[in-house]
Each structure stands twice: as C-alpha cells, then as structure tokens.
T-cell receptor
Framework: AQTVTQSQPEMSVQEAETVTLSCTYD???????LFWYKQPPSRQMILVIR??????QNATENRFSVNFQKAAKSFSLKISDSQLGDAAMYFC???????????FGTGTSLTVIP | ETGVTQTPRHLVMGMTNKKSLKCEQH?????MYWYKQSAKKPLELMFV???????ENNSVPSRFSPECPNSSHLFLHLHTLQPEDSALYLC??????????????FGSGTRLTVV
C-alpha cells in the first residue's frame, strides 16, 4: 500500500528566509505523480507544485521548488523568500500513474514569523 | 471565487437528523470526489465519480450516501451520523480520474459537527 509520511508536524520560518518541508513515500511503482498542496485558514486546498516521477528535473514554480530523490523516495518542498501569505498547512500527496486515489500525508503546519 | 463551491460552510446536526452537503464545479471537469479531513490524520478518500458514474466507494458506512446527478454537481446525503463523523468534508474535481498528472481542484469544505 502507498503511504506518505510528513515527519514535521510544525515548522516556522522568518519572513524572507528559506524553509524546507520534508516528505517521504512508499511505493513499488516506477511511474507516479507527486504533489504539494497548501491549505490556508480559508480551508481551500491549493495545488502548489507537481512532479512526474519519470522526469529527473526538479519542478519549480516561482518561489517554490522541490527536491525529488526517486531512489530515496523523498520529495521535499523548498520555499524561498518566505512571505506571510505562505503560512498554512502543507500536504504532500502521491498518485499512481493510473488510478483515482491520491494518498496524502498528515500535513506540516508552517508559521511565518514577521 | 473558487472553481469548486461547497455549501453549507458549517453544519451542526443531531444524530437523528438528515442533511445534505452540496458541491458544484463549472470547470468542465469530469471527475468529482468526496474526502474526509480529520485532525492529525491523512485525508481519507470516500467516493469517486467519473463521468457521473461512481467508480470508488472506500468502505464508507451507509449513513453516507453520495449522489451525482451530472458532472457539475455532487451531493453527500447524511443520516443518523455519529459524533466521530465530525470533520471537514472536502469536495474536489479533476479533468478525469485515472489518467494524467492532474491535480485536484478543491472546494473550501463543509465543517460538520455531529452533536
């Protein structure tokens, strides 16, 4: 069974600094997708970034980038130049190449300190 | 304005009540999902609809009954719930289930409290 583990329940970062959120997953598949979602207090989950497992290049979206280590089954999220609006719960998610189900981690609560 | 709209935003119901949660999307997506979010637990997939057909029921108790009249609307009918059913219920949609690197578009959820 696929599982997603986020070992950091809470993290904090100074405004304008960089923070890295960790995620590991367990799978026997070779092709799959990985995602990071952000859930602010408004509760709506927002897609931050996605990675296709067959692509070696790490995905980047503006201040957000990932470090995808396929052999280690690790998928960390780096937030650069942190802003107050980045404060939220962040969820890592896995999805097989075919199939309906996303597997989510338990989330990391990020606090941004002014 | 989110592409996926859920109503009501908050719901308090007694264990003998019957209520319904509503989800609506106008993104042209063909797949819709119900998830349960409880504190300190991973999101739990409840139901999947693909082109209006239910394709997955993740061993959800029968006191939860989904309905998908068309690709834009999804309901979750609730009856004789238990206090442990209190949670945030999230609706999501995607272009299609089972293919492509599609992420979900989520609604803002319904915070359900069973008393």
């Amino acid at each position: 069974a696929q599982t997603v583990t986020q070992s950091q329940p809470e993290m904090s970062v100074q405004e304008a600094e960089t923070v890295t959120l960790s995620c590991t997953y367990d799978t026997s598949e070779s092709d799959y997708y990985l995602f990071w979602y952000k859930q602010p207090p408004s509760r709506q989950m927002i897609l931050v970034i996605r990675q296709e497992a067959y692509k070696q290049q790490n995905a980047t979206e503006n201040r957000f980038s990932v470090n995808f280590q396929k052999a280690a089954k690790s998928f960390s999220l780096k937030i650069s130049d942190s802003q107050l609006g980045d404060a939220a719960m962040y969820f890592c998610a896995y999805r097989r190449r075919t199939g309906n189900q996303f597997y989510f981690g338990t989330g990391t609560s990020l606090t941004v300190i002014p | 304005e989110t592409g996926v709209t859920q109503t009501p935003r908050h719901l308090v119901m007694g264990m003998t009540n019957k209520k319904s949660l509503k989800c609506e999307q106008h993104l042209g997506h063909n797949a819709m999902y119900w998830y349960k979010q409880s504190a300190k637990k991973p999101l739990e997939l409840m139901f999947v609809y693909n082109f209006k057909e239910q394709t997955e029921n993740n061993s959800v108790p029968s006191r939860f009954s989904p309905e998908c009249p068309n690709s834009s609307h999804l309901f979750l009918h609730l009856h004789t719930l238990q206090p442990e059913d209190s949670a945030l219920y999230l609706c999501a949609s995607s272009q299609e289930a089972s293919s492509g690197p599609y992420g979900y578009t989520f609604g803002s959820g319904t915070r359900l409290t069973v008393v």
